[in-house]
């Protein structure tokens, strides 16, 4: 402001016991007269005017459009640069764990994962090939775990990549027209936000409040030396791989891993353990990371349950029971190797095989051939 009166009008405002702070209250300028001589200026202090509800709306849309826009800007400049770092693969740029790597970046990429490298193990190289070529849509599933990790493990971007689809909009149900159309127009303002139906977002959203209540993540989550959904790349003999553990302490090198589960009891995980390959991935992690040059010492499962109370418990794999799985993560790293430098998937073996059904009888049985063999 260029008008000494103005400017002396208003610290003697700044000063008055009554008004004080200038930014505590509105001011107007009012403009009288015309040419540089006959030109006077007015200023009237006035209470702070609320803004009504619509005007308050608009400005709230407006701010939040704002904030997305800015969100993706910095989104597509950090996509751009990962594009760049995964183009240029130097030793430097390899073993180190990084942040700001979607979730989308991670799983195009075609270094080879624990995941894959499990497939691998469990079926065949053809059928890799095939999954990578034509990826698996996602499932409500997944979408639900995606936001429970999110939720739970960075609730900053909770608002910014899900939403909750209303049940209504404008009293209007999801069945009508008016709905969808309203809906198709929410979905085109935020194309990069998942929607989830509202049974599906409050029950993540409760697993994610009861997963951060533990007293482990309490402890863990904000740790200075805590390292949250990072990315890995990383290379064995020749063959390019990743990681991204959910959460990586360097200081007491202890790996946390969240999981949801119908039965988070001692017994139930277990179970889970050996059906979906924990332990597998537990070995991975940590080859990884000593790849990496860190030094992982433990790996923790947070377990929490996908229905109320949403009960949590914590479980980590004896680290014998982890070495004895190197040898398989070796394996499959071998392997991939190869079909990238050949361009060979193998699908399943020609050969018959002899299924061994896993019952006490057929284990323990001998056939008359072994039988002569075994006691001559």
């Known amino acids: 402001m260029t008008q000494t009166k103005l400017q002396s009008e208003l610290l003697q405002l700044a000063n008055d016991e009554d008004w004080g702070d200038c930014r505590k209250y509105d ?17 009237n202090p006035k209470p702070i005017k609320k803004l009504d509800e619509d005007l308050r709306a608009i400005v ?23 594009h760049l770092l995964r183009r240029t693969r130097t030793k430097s740029l390899i073993d180190m764990l990084r942040p700001n790597i979607s979730n989308e970046d991670y799983h195009a990429d075609t270094a080879l994962g624990s995941s894959r490298a499990r497939q691998l193990l469990g079926s ?6 095939h999954s990578m070529k034509f990826p698996t849509p996602s499932t409500p599933a997944l979408l639900n775990g995606s936001l429970v990790h999110t939720a739970t493990l960075e609730p900053a971007l909770t608002d910014i990549e899900f939403g909750c689809k209303p049940t209504e909009i404008d009293g209007n149900s999801s069945r009508t027209k008016a709905y969808k159309d309203a809906f198709a127009e929410m979905e085109a303002a935020e194309p990069n936000k998942r929607w989830l139906p509202a049974s599906d977002y409050n029950m993540c959203m409760e697993v994610a409040a009861s997963a951060r209540q533990h007293p482990l993540l309490l ?3 904000y740790h200075p030396a805590s390292k949250t959904e990072h990315t890995g790349y990383f290379e064995i003999e020749g063959t390019p791989c990743k990681v991204r553990p959910d959460l990586y302490n360097s ?8 999981k949801t589960t119908m039965d988070a009891s001692e017994k139930g995980f277990a179970k889970s353990v050996r059906q979906f390959g924990y332990a597998f991935q537990a070995a991975f992690y940590m080859t990884a990371l000593r790849q990496m040059g860190e030094r992982p010492k433990q790996f923790v499962f947070l377990v929490v349950e996908k229905s109320e109370p949403y009960a949590t418990a914590c479980y980590h794999i004896d680290n014998n029971d982890i070495e004895r799985e190197v040898p398989r993560v070796l394996e ?7 079909c990238l430098r050949t361009d060979v998937w193998p699908g399943y073996s020609d050969d018959i095989k002899t299924l061994n059904l896993g019952t006490p ?16």
Do not use: W
């Open 332 to 338: 499959a790293i071998k392997i991939y190797g190869e």
């Open 251 to 258: 200081e007491n090198g202890m790996v946390i891993d969240l």
């Open 27 to 43: 001011i107007s300028v009012v403009r009288n007269g015309e040419g540089r001589d006959e030109t006077t200026y007015a200023m």
């Open 219 to 221: 402890e863990m989550l």
């Open 361 to 376: 009888f057929t284990e323990n049985r001998l056939s008359i051939s072994k039988t002569s063999e075994k006691f001559g």
């Open 124 to 129: 065949c190289p053809l059928k890799v090939k």
């Open 60 to 82: 709230k849309a407006e701010l939040k459009q704002s904030i997305f826009r800015h969100y993706l800007m910095v989104k597509i400049h950090l996509q751009h640069l990962n």
